[in-house]
């Protein structure tokens, strides 16, 4: 039995509360028990169980980045200030020239910063040579869901073009080799229905249904994706899948800026998953999260990855509750539109809940998926609400340690399961040798 006591903490609770002076105990990767810390019981603590010190720390939920692209970490700084379309101008001519090399270093930027922001999960949305992405991934201990980019659009860059045949085949043999494989799980998904056929979707449908996971896709970003369903379809795109029989309680619908009363309505009646990535929509529009909310549509919160600036879920906290106040709170005079307890259960419950993982709450039974925050910090003390400040003041710099499945992958800010020189000395030997930025 793995064991692992966290000591002398303070606890974020399901309602929010705080206890302080805890001990949490884990035992192969479950919380099994949270209690009132005695001191001194760390030196008596049995050789077999690992320890950590969480002495001036808050213990809480790990992030869940909901929607994620791996082979686009190192498109950082390249996407800013662009114009329209940055997806078929810049994205996808870039991911054409992926090797697995490249996949394999992407990934390992990806896990650290993931890793070193407090993310212990993520949605992988989609892209190339995800083998090499899943070894590393594997061996970074994070909780991760994986998809292939899948898309059979002929006009596509030649080293990314595929029938509706051979764009399903590339997933299910990343399912078959990576689906259940540590603290990894496969998805299917459509990376644009712009560049998908009618036999492409109902297709990686099926092949999402028979094997019981997820059906992931990018919906309703940009206005031409909505102009053109209704030009092809006569209708809206969540209208058009609906048609389809695709939409269900299996289905993740990225995005969704862009969304019509009626397509409101059928994400709840079919109970779709929502993912909305503050920073990157901010550019396409601004989502109606709270009629989402109102109708019980489980919303997650995601990065888009590192070219939409960076992996931090803390950044995109930040950005989501100022966005949501400055385009609907002011309208409406509710400086409290969307509310720091609300948006911190987006980033962790909410996200694990997307993934149909039993995690994002620390209490008893639940998988032991958590991070630990250094409050003895000036930007982060006194405070006359934590969790409001948790919102507010923490950064990705601020998170000590983070515990997945009861493993620990950072301990006091260094990563145990990566070599984090290593992996910057390679990223800087290809930034020498390649023209990538």
């Known amino acids: 039995m793995k064991k692992l006591n966290v000591y002398n903490v303070s606890v974020l609770q399901p309602d929010l509360s705080i206890l302080k002076a805890q001990t949490v105990e884990v035992r192969d990767g479950v919380i099994t028990r949270i209690r009132t810390y005695t001191p001194g019981e760390e030196k008596v603590c049995g050789q077999d169980t690992e320890v950590l010190d969480g002495s001036g720390k808050l213990l809480m939920p790990g992030l869940c980045d909901s929607h994620m692209h791996t082979g686009q970490q190192l498109l950082k700084g390249k996407i800013l200030d662009e114009l329209p379309m940055i997806w078929t101008r810049i994205m996808l001519p870039f991911e054409s020239t992926l090797t697995p090399e490249k996949m394999q270093l992407s990934a390992q930027l990806a896990a ?5 922001s407090g993310t ?9 040579y995800v083998e090499a992405a899943a070894e590393v991934y594997l061996k970074s201990g994070l909780r991760g869901l994986l998809s292939v980019s899948t898309m059979d659009d002929q006009t596509l860059p030649e080293s990314i073009r595929q029938n509706a045949e051979e764009a399903v085949a590339s997933t299910d043999r990343v399912y078959e080799e990576y689906h259940g494989k540590g603290n990894l799980k496969v998805a299917y998904s459509l990376r644009s229905l712009l560049s998908c056929s009618e036999k492409l979707i109902l297709s990686v449908a099926d092949h999402a249904k028979e094997r019981e996971t997820l059906l992931q896709a990018h919906m309703n970003e940009y206005p031409n994706e909505i102009n053109g369903s209704l030009q092809k379809y006569q209708l809206r795109p969540l209208e058009y899948l609906d048609r389809l029989g695709v939409l269900d309680e299996h289905f993740l619908a990225a995005h969704c800026i862009l969304l019509s009363e009626t397509e409101k309505e059928l ?5 779709v998953k929502v993912c909305h990535c503050p920073f990157s929509n901010c550019g396409k529009g601004v989502p109606e999260t709270p009629s989402l909310l109102e109708r019980k549509i489980a919303v997650g919160l995601g990065t888009d990855g590192a070219a939409h600036g960076g992996l931090s879920l803390w950044n995109e906290m930040k950005i989501f509750r100022s966005v949501m106040n400055a385009e609907i709170g002011v309208k409406t005079a509710n400086p409290a539109i969307m509310p720091a307890g609300t948006i911190l259960k987006m980033a962790t419950e909410n996200g694990y809940r997307l993934m149909q993982v039993d995690g994002g709450r620390i209490e008893v039974g639940r998988n032991a998926d958590f991070i630990t925050i250094n409050l003895r910090q000036p930007h982060l003390f006194p405070t006359g609400n934590l969790v409001n400040t948790l919102l507010e003041c923490v950064t990705a710099a601020d998170v000590c340690d983070n515990v997945v499945n009861g493993q620990i992958l950072m301990r006091d800010r260094c990563v145990l399961t990566l070599d984090e020189e290593q992996i910057m000395n390679d990223a800087e030997k290809m930034y020498e040798r390649e023209t990538i930025w």
């Open 120 to 128: 212990t999960a993520f949605v992988d949305a989609g892209s190339y």
């Open 112 to 116: 650290l910063e993931m890793i070193k």
């Open 267 to 271: 994400l709840k009646e079919r109970k």
